[in-house]
């Protein structure tokens, strides 16, 4: 029994380590611009930027979790 309730713990405490690892904010390399999320006021900006660099190659890549 006490076995059981520790590997539990033990996996509740992995899962919490895990999750607050991935809550962080991170940071872009030196040199690579910032990493933003899209909404109603960067659509905008990213779109403008689309289009002002309309004479060389573009990709845009969206990913989604779901």
């Known amino acids: 029994m006490k076995r059981t309730w520790i590997i539990v713990l ?3 405490l992995a899962l919490l ?3 607050a ?6 940071h872009a390399p030196a ?3 910032v990493l933003v999320e ?3 006021r960067t659509l905008s900006a990213l779109q403008a930027e ?6 060389s190659l ?3 890549l969206l ?3 779901t």
């Open 31 to 33: 040199g690579q611009p």
């Open 17 to 19: 380590v895990t999750g």
């Open 63 to 65: 990913l989604s979790p």
């Open 10 to 12: 033990a996996a509740v």
């Open 38 to 40: 899209l909404d109603d």
């Open 58 to 60: 573009r990709i845009v």
């Open 50 to 55: 689309f289009n002002h660099t309309s004479g």
């Open 21 to 26: 690892w991935f809550s962080w904010p991170g």
